[in-house]
């Protein structure tokens, strides 16, 4: 069966410091991995997409992810975290059964130190 | 302003009653989907439609049902409510089938139920 585990259930940064949130999936075959953004209150909000090709992947909000399969992983970046970024984030993985289903991670919650 | 929209925003309710979610989406999106969200869990499919007059079961949809009569609506309805039930509902749309196609989420409904 598909999972996703998004290891840290929270994470504080300092503003301007860099930020990885971790990802690893399990999927029998070539995935489609997402990440996706919740902000307090408020639906989700796509950042980034990997299909296939480039295994770097360039999102908004100066967002960016690497898929490595060796790790099964899809771990999401920032060079420079604003405080406008504490959010919740969240990873998936889609399936081409019937329903397009996106398996989803727990969540990771981020808090951004002045 | 094109989206989704969910109503209501939150409803608190008795074990035992009748309720029915509602989403209307305006950008004739042929899928359409709602999501249950629980701390700790990310977002499990309850159903979803890839298109009008069909539907789906997701991963969870043991104790709701939905209808797909057109393109933008597609209800959520809990027969008989049960505490279990208490969560965030999302409502979520993409153009086409595939887990490649992002999906769009509305604002979401929290629901309690006691």
């Known amino acids: 069966a598909q999972s996703v585990t998004q290891p840290d259930i929270h994470i504080t940064v300092s503003e301007g410091a860099s930020l990885e949130l971790r990802c690893n999936y399990s999927y029998g075959a070539t995935p489609y991995l997402f990440w996706y953004v919740q902000s307090p209150g408020q639906g989700l909000q796509l950042l980034l997409k990997?299909?296939?090709?480039?295994?770097l992947v360039q999102g908004i909000k100066g967002f960016e992810a690497e898929f490595k399969r060796s790790q099964s992983s899809f771990n999401l970046r920032k060079p420079s975290v604003h405080w406008s970024d504490a959010a919740e984030y969240f990873c998936a993985v889609g399936h081409n059964n019937a329903g397009n289903m996106l398996t989803f991670g727990g969540g990771t919650r981020l808090m951004v130190k002045p | 302003i094109a989206g989704i929209t969910q109503a209501p925003t939150s409803q608190i309710l008795a074990a035992g009653r009748r309720m029915t979610l509602r989403c209307t989406q305006d950008?004739?999106?042929?899928?359409m989907y709602w999501y249950r969200q629980d701390l700790g869990l990310g977002l499990r499919l309850i159903h979803y439609s890839n298109t009008a007059g069909t539907t789906g079961k997701g991963e969870v949809p043991d104790g709701y049902s939905v209808s797909r009569a057109n393109t933008d609506d597609f209800p959520l309805t809990l027969a008989s409510a049960v505490p279990s039930q208490t969560s965030v509902y999302f409502c979520?749309?993409?153009?086409?089938?595939?887990?490649?196609?992002?999906?769009?989420f509305g604002p979401g409904t929290r629901l309690t139920v006691l």
């Open positions: 990997y299909f296939s090709g480039d295994t």
């Open positions: 979520a749309s993409s153009d086409g089938e595939g887990s490649y196609n992002e999906q769009f």
């Open positions: 950008m004739r999106h042929n899928a």
